[in-house]
């Protein structure tokens, strides 16, 4: 299996690119975090890497709205070298933060005339929401999420509420197969349905039908609100000495499907 190199991007406030850069390892790539400044002052260093991936955290204290300044140092200085990795054949990874970033530098949806067709606003209780989350896999075109069909990851944000510009681009937003994860009930089986609308905290922030991850038309860009280097060792299971869990962290089967990208 060849061993993809993994740009772990961040930023003042970008917290979780230890841990990031960890699963990665753990899943057989080599990471380097860069911080946004190397970046800048030489783009062509993102053609030594395989895979992008922006973690989460608050870049730049979510300063005007969460990701917002990240995503345009990206929007006005870095688009056209990350849409050339993207349109390379190389996998772009957004979590939390790194979602609301990829959303707002346009490297996950492209904009039209109306602009952007989606994007992620305050949860619908008003305040910051760090809980645990069930979620159901929909559809196959994600790359990352190959074989997976459920996950039970840890969610922590303020600002995770994915909302499209109106009902009938949500509905070619998924019938594109685009809306590739969604919460799922806690308790209880996955619906057949996955777009019947759930209550907090089963959706902790009231996304458009219940959307907690999307990816673009390729399936190589994805982003999601929920934290899957939080859930790689069987321990991080929130109620493993019970006996609940897998062997390996849920989360860590994400990034083994990146890494088997590249075999």
């Given at each position: 299996m060849a061993t993809p190199n993994v740009l772990i991007l961040r930023a003042p406030g970008t917290n979780c690119d230890i841990e990031t850069a960890?699963?990665?390892?753990?899943?057989?790539?080599?990471?380097?975090?860069?911080?946004?400044?190397?970046l800048l002052e030489t783009p062509d260093l993102a053609e030594k890497f395989q895979i992008l991936c922006i973690p989460g955290g608050f870049s730049y204290g979510d300063d005007v709205a969460a990701g917002r300044v990240l995503a345009c140092q990206i929007q006005h200085h870095l688009d056209e070298s990350l849409r050339k990795f993207r349109d390379d054949g190389k996998l772009i990874l957004g979590i939390c933060n790194g979602f609301q970033v990829l959303i707002k530098s346009g490297l996950l949806f492209e904009a039209d005339e109306q602009g952007m067709p989606a994007t992620l606003t305050w949860n619908n209780t008003d305040r910051f929401e760090d809980r645990w989350a069930q979620l159901a896999v929909d559809g196959t075109k994600s790359v990352f999420m190959q074989g997976i069909e459920s996950m039970y990851l840890p969610v922590a944000h303020a600002e995770g509420k994915f909302v499209a510009r109106d009902e009938a681009t949500l509905a070619r937003l998924a019938d594109a197969g685009q809306l590739a994860l969604r919460y799922a009930p806690l308790h209880g089986e996955t619906p057949a349905d996955l777009d019947a609308p759930l209550t907090f905290p089963d959706n902790p922030n009231g996304s458009d039908r219940n959307v907690a991850g999307a990816c673009d038309s390729t399936g190589r860009v994805l982003g999601l609100m929920p934290h899957p280097e939080r859930h790689i060792q069987r321990t991080h299971h929130p109620r493993w000495t019970r006996g609940e869990g897998s062997e390996k962290g849920e989360g860590l089967l994400m990034f083994e499907n990146a890494v088997g990208y590249f075999s």
């Open positions: 960890h699963a990665f390892e753990l899943a057989g790539a080599k990471a380097e975090r860069v911080h946004i400044n190397r």
